[in-house]
């Protein structure tokens, strides 16, 4: 069956401070990969997802970055974080016969 | 207007009640639609998941599809505690997943 993972599960940053969120998938290849954004109380925001290794697309502006090195391995990245980065970082794929996606436990990151 | 639309709430509703919650949406090119349920400080969990249009049921949670009118529902029979969440609605169509914004659900004993 398929896992996914996410570290750390809490992080508190300062502001103008580097940002990297790791997600790991398991027991399936190739998947399709999504990062969201979830502030509090609110619905998600889809910042990147990646269809293979190399490849990401960015639905939203910002000082943000993501990377995929390896086909079950998918980074979030911020040289500088802002005050408004806060809020829950949450990992998915994506099973491709329904479109249905999957996620990991989240990353409630502060920026402070 | 939001591709999808979904009352905030929260629905606050007592134990044993039957509980419907709602999503309305403009791209009649979703095909799949899916419930998640969502408790505090995790990740949304898959509930329910419908192809195209009709119902679905699954122990306490039947989720319905009307295409024409452009509206999906879930529906919790003798709705319970533990059931207090936040509720989801997603449509997919070519990998791209539309989310609701959430339905803040709670279940008083």
């Known amino acids: 069956s398929q896992t996914i993972h996410q570290w750390p599960a809490t992080l508190v940053q300062p502001v103008g401070s580097p940002l990297s969120l790791e997600c790991t998938v398991e027991?399936?290849?190739?998947?399709?990969l999504y990062w969201y954004r979830q502030a509090a109380g609110r619905g998600l925001q889809l910042l990147f997802y990646?269809?293979?290794?190399?490849?990401i697309s960015s639905e939203v502006p910002q000082n943000l970055s993501a990377s995929r090195p390896q086909d079950r391995q998918f980074i979030l990245s911020s040289k500088k974080l802002l005050l408004s980065d806060s809020g829950f970082y949450l990992c998915a794929w994506v099973e491709h016969s329904t479109d249905t996606q999957y996620f990991g436990p989240g990353t409630r990151l502060t920026v402070l | 207007q939001k591709e999808v639309e979904q009352d905030p709430g929260p629905l606050s509703v007592p134990e044993g009640a039957i509980v419907s919650l709602n999503c309305t949406y403009s791209?009649?090119?979703?095909?799949?639609f899916m419930w998640y349920r969502q408790y505090s400080r995790k990740g949304p969990e898959l509930l329910m998941y419908t192809y195209s249009s009709g119902n679905k049921e699954d122990g306490r949670f039947t989720a319905q599809v009307d295409k024409s009118s452009k509206y999906i529902s879930l529906f919790i029979r003798d709705s319970q505690p533990s059931d207090s969440a936040t509720y989801l609605c997603a449509m997919a169509s070519n990998y791209q997943l539309i989310w609701g914004a959430g339905t803040k659900l709670i279940i008083k004993p």
């Open positions: 791209n009649s090119a979703f095909q799949y």
């Open positions: 990646s269809v293979g290794i190399g490849q």
């Open positions: 027991g399936t290849s190739n998947p399709n």
